[in-house]
């Protein structure tokens, strides 16, 4: 049983984290202008990141308690100590705790100030990145084609909405002044 809760909350975890990373960005691009309240969005986007802590602490504490597979808390915690699929379970406890720092950052933000939670925030995508390669290496469901299609399709769609980021950004700044020559 703990097995199954083990790849349960590893999709649910990384899923939320997905959809955290989405909102993410589609608060900070505006791609939709005010069609969508940038509050409500906030807000949803606060909620996945502590919904995909709380799975990802799940999926630790089963995976701790599972006999297959001997993880001590120390291979749960610490990049590199696992035995088993040591490269592969390093890069999602980075993402564990890349996450816990960027969800931490939501509640000291004005304890921390704006250029350093922007900071942190930007290595969601770190997170994001490490957590979708833990799941393709380490997961045991990762050659199922639901998985991979998962896997795929948030991917791309991280990868797409960060270009539109980008462009729509570029396009938001005030235009330069001509220098006058002296």
């Not at 899923?15 to 608060?27: F, Q």
């Not at 807000?43 to 990802?56: C, K, P, R």
């Not at 399709?153 to 006058?180: C, D, F, K, M, W």
Request: with cysteine; glycine share 10%; hydrophobic share 55%.
């Amino acid at each position: 049983m703990t097995w199954e809760i083990a790849r349960a909350s590893g999709f649910v975890a990384y899923g939320l984290l997905a959809g955290s990373v989405i909102l993410g960005l589609l608060v900070s691009s505006k791609l939709f202008g005010r069609t969508l309240s940038a509050k409500s969005l906030t807000f949803s986007h606060e909620g996945l990141a502590v919904g995909a802590l709380l799975a990802t602490i799940t999926h630790l504490v089963a995976l701790g308690m599972d006999q297959y597979v001997d993880f001590d808390l120390q291979a749960l915690l610490l990049p590199g100590a696992a035995s088993w699929q040591p490269q592969a379970v390093a890069l999602g406890v980075v993402a564990m705790w890349m996450l816990a720092i960027v969800t931490v950052s939501f509640y000291i933000r004005s304890l921390i100030g704006q250029k350093t939670w922007r900071f942190i925030h930007y290595s969601s995508f770190g997170a994001f990145v490490a957590a979708c390669a833990h799941g393709i290496m380490a997961g045991t469901d990762s050659g199922n084609p639901s998985a991979l299609a998962l896997y795929g399709a948030t991917g791309g769609v991280v990868v797409a909405l960060l270009i539109a980021r980008v462009a729509l950004a570029g396009e938001s700044r005030p235009p330069t002044r001509p220098s006058v020559p002296a």
